[in-house]
């Protein structure tokens, strides 16, 4: 098992084991293909995002795991975080650079999650929608933590460790954060 499916495997086995205690079902959910090497879970070379439900009411989770201070959404990420505002976290998990291979708890201790991550990437997903009409009109500039970046003809959203760091909660905060 890769790298990128076995950290996701992780924290979706600590959003499940949390999560399930508290009357949640987690399920996997395709949420697109991404090309870039993220610490993305992906299956059959599609990524997976997490699914959470309880009795009429669904959530959408999207992982990645970084060793920078930083993490991208893919054009399909964004818009679906966007599309769903009310119903979609972004999942951080912020690594030091030379762990390799981190233990479960240090997993557990560095999860970070942000519910409002659709309204700090809305809009950018304009500035997607419309990159075509206004290629050069795009600035660099970061508002809210959240930038902007085309490299190579492939549009993302950058997101700063100062989204997490001041907007994310723990794990054991989930549940409650979801109630």
């Known amino acids: 098992m890769n790298d990128n499916q076995d950290l996701g495997q992780q924290v979706e086995k600590l959003v499940r084991q949390n999560l399930e205690r508290a009357g949640f079902v987690v399920n996997r959910k395709p949420i697109g293909s991404d090309f870039e090497i993220e610490y993305d879970l992906v299956k059959n070379g599609e990524e997976m995002g997490i699914e959470l439900v309880q009795g009429r009411q669904s959530w959408l989770i999207e992982v990645k795991a970084t060793r920078r ?10 818009k679906t975080a966007v599309n769903e505002k009310n119903r979609f976290l972004l999942c951080v998990v912020p690594l030091d650079p030379g762990d390799t291979d981190p233990e479960l708890d240090t997993v557990r201790t560095k999860i970070r999650f942000i519910k409002n991550i659709g309204s700090l990437v809305d809009q950018l997903c304009n500035d997607l929608d419309n990159l075509e009409d206004f290629r050069e009109e795009i ?21 700063a460790s100062s989204v997490w760091e001041n907007h994310g909660f723990q794990i054991e905060d989930l549940a409650d954060q979801l109630k």
Do not use: F, K, N, P
């Open 69 to 78: 201070e930083e993490v991208r959404m893919t054009s399909t990420q964004a």
């Open 139 to 159: 600035t660099a500039e970061v508002l809210s933590g959240v930038q902007l970046e085309v490299r190579s003809g492939t549009a993302r959203i950058r997101v």
